[in-house]
């Protein structure tokens, strides 16, 4: 059974939809309420409320989300479900993940990593698809120019700013900037 929470974060309401298999989406903050379950409802059918309390995993995956949203993300031992990815999908998510905290890496990079230079437009809509936004860093990917190009997640180019700047804010207070 598919089951959804919203939750407050430090930037208004975020969504997070979980099956057996573990988190298989994120919604950001952005949208209201009714936009979020709207688009929750369109891309899992018959996902329903989630129980209160809410289980573990997705206490944790909520508090990793408001942590990320804050520039203090908590480690996110969140069990994630890409199921629904195809191949291709799942191994750009795999690169992406790899990419650190306040670094970017462009979509031709990307590309490269996937074993196909060529591949730059279909890896931005293996991105433009990806579920799970900040537990897998599709913000991080921008243009080999340096420009910031396309953010599907509610807030469009303007979060993946806030995104980058943050990190890169606390990659500074840090000491290893």
């Known amino acids: 059974m598919i ?4 939750f407050s974060t430090p930037l ?5 939809v ?11 903050p952005g949208w209201n309420r009714e936009r979020m379950i709207s688009y929750i409802s ?12 809410a289980p573990a995993m997705v206490k944790d995956a909520a508090d990793f989300v408001s942590g990320s949203l804050m520039g203090t993300p908590p480690g996110s031992g969140a069990e994630l479900d890409l199921s629904a990815q195809t191949a291709f999908q799942k191994k750009v998510l795999k ?5 650190k905290p306040g670094e970017t890496r462009s979509y031709l990079w990307v590309a490269e990593q996937c074993g196909d230079a060529k591949a730059v437009r279909a890896v931005a809509q293996a991105l433009a698809h990806n579920p799970l936004p900040l537990f897998i860093p599709c913000h991080r990917v921008i243009s080999r ?9 509610p807030g469009g180019i ?5 995104l980058l700047n943050l990190e890169r804010s606390g990659k500074k207070r ?3 900037a």
């Open 42 to 53: 369109d891309q899992h059918p018959g996902a329903e409320p989630g129980s209160r309390p």
């Open 158 to 162: 303007n979060m993946k700013r806030y």
């Open 12 to 16: 208004g309401e975020a969504g997070v």
């Open 3 to 6: 089951q959804y929470w919203i």
């Open 174 to 176: 840090q000491g290893r």
């Open 95 to 99: 690169i992406i993940a790899t990419i």
């Open 18 to 28: 979980a099956g057996e298999k573990g988190i298989c989406r994120l919604v950001l």
């Open 145 to 153: 120019d340096g420009s910031l190009r396309g953010f599907s997640a």
